[in-house]
């Protein structure tokens, strides 16, 4: 689902991200983990066209990065960090257009909006604003947005921040279901290592523009006699605050 050889990124002298190498196969929950200034945002910003990237290979959604950016747009689906309904808009009606500008018919997009507010538990909520939502339910209508075109892969990006632990937990589940009930590919980004730990199949541990460390949870842990992901983190990126510019 996701295939990158010696992906890289400058902004001027600046080597934010310096040849990473990424497998990711169809149906894996994958968590991509880093320090602040390790590239982490930088490299998600260009598996999702949002960003051109200096050099390399990649495919992404059985699409070419550098010759199909629209092929793998139209193939995937985007969750970023701030949310993407305004905060006084009727949830339903920006659903619903959002859906449309994907070439749904009008009736086709009430049907897929209602359906997918019906799985993620926001029934009922068509003709709220996200202003009256709680924070896990903004959260959930965002999901909702990225999804309405069934995109075979998922990119969230922190997903879960600011969210408090019942609301995270929730979240979870919701993502587990996606994949068990469709076969969907999800590649998120989190700061939360016991989330990566609960959620992913595997981690990639990016630090100073390459890829540091990959595995499963239990693999690293054992690669580096560690109890928690914290301590694998701390181990392969040590234990000195990043005030990078580069995410």
């Not at 010759?67 to 747009?73: E, L, S």
């Not at 305004?86 to 009430?110: D, K, M, N, T």
């Not at 926001?122 to 996200?130: M, N, V």
């Not at 959260?139 to 922190?158: K, N, Q, S």
Request: one cysteine or more; aromatic letters at 4%; charged letters at 25%.
């Amino acid at each position: 689902m996701i295939h990158v050889r010696g992906l890289t990124r400058s902004f001027g002298a600046v080597e934010a991200v310096r040849g990473v190498d990424i497998d990711v196969s169809k149906g894996e929950i994958v968590g991509f983990v880093g320090p602040n200034g390790a590239g982490k945002t930088t490299t998600l910003r260009m598996l999702t066209t949002l960003l051109r990237p200096t050099s390399g290979t990649a495919t992404v959604a059985d699409c070419d990065l550098f010759t199909d950016p629209a092929g793998v747009r139209r193939r995937i689906g985007y969750v970023a960090q701030g949310g993407t309904v305004g905060p006084f808009s009727g949830v339903g009606e920006e659903l619903v257009l959002q859906a449309r500008l994907y070439g749904l018919s009008r009736s086709e997009a009430r049907e897929r909006v209602t359906r997918l507010l019906e799985e993620l538990d926001l029934a009922g909520g068509e003709k709220r604003t996200a202003g009256q939502l709680s924070g896990g339910q903004k959260r959930r209508v965002d999901i909702a947005m990225g999804l309405l075109h069934r995109p075979e892969l998922l990119f969230l990006d922190e997903p879960t921040t600011g969210l408090d632990p019942q609301s995270r937990t929730n979240l979870w589940g919701h993502v587990r279901r996606l994949r068990a009930e469709s076969g969907m590919t999800v590649f998120l980004t989190t700061h939360y290592l016991e989330e990566a730990d609960a959620l992913c199949d595997r981690i990639l541990i990016i630090d100073d523009g390459t890829i540091v460390a990959s595995g499963t949870p239990a693999e690293l842990k054992a690669a580096h006699d560690a109890g928690t992901l914290d301590e694998v983190f701390l181990a392969v990126t040590g234990r000195e605050l990043r005030e990078g510019a580069a995410a």
